[in-house]
């Protein structure tokens, strides 16, 4: 079928799953909308989080998208059932499938869960793990200052590492946990930092992987797979500053083929 499929994200973040989706599903066109004006979405309320998020969803609807993917954890928790149940198209977010690679993973039972202040405060992926396994040991920890760091461009170097460190303190007292989920999108452009401060002995996890896998499989179940042996132009939409979502895509995306466009959150 030759019609898109439409991320969004809260800014930049949702790149990373962008980029799987590219990686695994390269026939697929995609059109990304971030909203990198009104990112973090982390400390807004439930309220804002789903107007933003049909906002986007609207906008991306007049591009005549055949599936949804929500690349933000944050919109996930608090507006996915609303997707559901009023949208005629395939919706899928990243929490369910972060928590199905986090499960894989641990090999004691005990996950620790970075991400934003919304995305913990509504516990959804402490729901979705012990509904996979009900004996689950949780360890959430809200990181505020991790998605406008990255909205920043500062992935690496000295500054990057003090912000990890310090936002970490909590859970590196924790010697049981052996797996600790990235529940936001914009935590894996942090992800080389986050390993060296928790350590090799830990299994950091994204949920990017497995949303591919379930956007591939949903794609096969409907029937609107695009078998079209062209290469794809993606279109990356960003809603504030153009310089630093440019260089941040120029980073993750080096030879595929797309062009980065402005949108404002107002003509949404």
Same mark, same amino acid.
């Given at each position: 079928?030759?019609? +898109? /499929?439409?991320?969004?994200?809260?800014?930049?973040?949702?790149?990373?799953?962008?980029?799987?989706? *590219?990686?695994?599903?390269?026939?697929?066109?995609?059109? %990304?909308?971030?909203?990198?004006?009104?990112? !973090?979405?982390?400390?807004?309320?439930?309220?804002?989080?789903?107007?933003?998020?049909?906002? *986007?969803? @609207?906008?991306?609807?007049?591009?005549? /998208?055949? *599936?949804?993917? /929500?690349?933000?954890?944050?919109?996930?928790?608090?507006?996915?059932?609303?997707?559901?149940?009023?949208?005629? =198209? !395939? &919706?899928?977010?990243?929490?369910?499938?972060?928590?199905?690679?986090? /499960?894989? $993973?641990?090999?004691?039972? %005990?996950?620790? =869960?970075?991400?934003?202040?919304?995305?913990?405060?509504?516990?959804? %992926?402490?729901?979705?793990?012990?509904?996979?396994?009900?004996?689950?040991?949780?360890?959430?920890?809200?990181? !505020?200052?991790?998605?406008? *760091? &990255?909205?920043?461009?500062?992935?690496?170097? +000295?500054?990057?590492?003090?912000? &990890?460190?310090?936002?970490?303190? !909590?859970? $590196?007292? @924790?010697?049981?946990?052996?797996?600790?989920?990235?529940?936001?999108?914009? %935590?894996?452009?942090?992800?080389?930092?986050?390993?060296?401060?928790?350590?090799? #002995?830990?299994?950091?996890?994204?949920?990017?992987?497995?949303?591919?896998?379930?956007?591939?499989?949903?794609? #096969?179940?409907?029937?609107?797979? #695009?078998?079209?042996?062209?290469? +794809?132009? @993606?279109?990356?939409?960003?809603?504030?500053?153009?310089?630093?979502?440019?260089? =941040?895509?120029?980073? =993750?995306?080096? #030879?595929?083929?797309?062009?980065?466009?402005?949108?404002? @959150?107002?003509?949404?």
């Amino acid at each position: 079928m030759k019609k +898109p /499929i439409g991320v969004i994200d809260s800014g930049v973040g949702g790149l990373t799953v962008v980029h799987e989706l *590219m990686r695994q599903l390269p026939k697929e066109p995609l059109i %990304y909308l971030g909203d990198t004006e009104r990112c !973090p979405y982390g400390p807004r309320t439930e309220e804002e989080v789903k107007q933003f998020t049909w906002e *986007m969803v @609207h906008f991306l609807l007049k591009k005549n /998208i055949k *599936m949804l993917v /929500i690349a933000c954890n944050t919109a996930t928790a608090f507006a996915i059932n609303d997707l559901h149940e009023k949208l005629d =198209i !395939p &919706v899928i977010g990243v929490i369910k499938p972060g928590a199905r690679a986090a /499960i894989k $993973s641990t090999e004691n039972d %005990y996950i620790g =869960i970075i991400g934003t202040e919304g995305t913990i405060r509504s516990e959804a %992926y402490n729901d979705a793990l012990r509904q996979i396994k009900s004996e689950i040991e949780v360890l959430s920890l809200a990181c !505020p200052a991790f998605a406008p *760091m &990255v909205e920043k461009g500062l992935l690496e170097g +000295p500054e990057a590492r003090r912000v &990890v460190e310090k936002s970490l303190v !909590p859970i $590196s007292k @924790h010697d049981k946990m052996d797996t600790l989920i990235l529940g936001c999108t914009h %935590y894996p452009l942090l992800k080389d930092t986050i390993q060296e401060v928790v350590g090799e #002995d830990i299994k950091v996890i994204s949920s990017s992987e497995e949303t591919a896998r379930e956007t591939s499989t949903t794609l #096969d179940i409907h029937q609107i797979a #695009d078998d079209d042996d062209q290469s +794809p132009l @993606h279109q990356f939409y960003a809603t504030g500053d153009l310089e630093i979502f440019i260089d =941040i895509t120029q980073r =993750i995306f080096k #030879d595929s083929q797309f062009e980065v466009l402005t949108i404002k @959150h107002a003509d949404l």
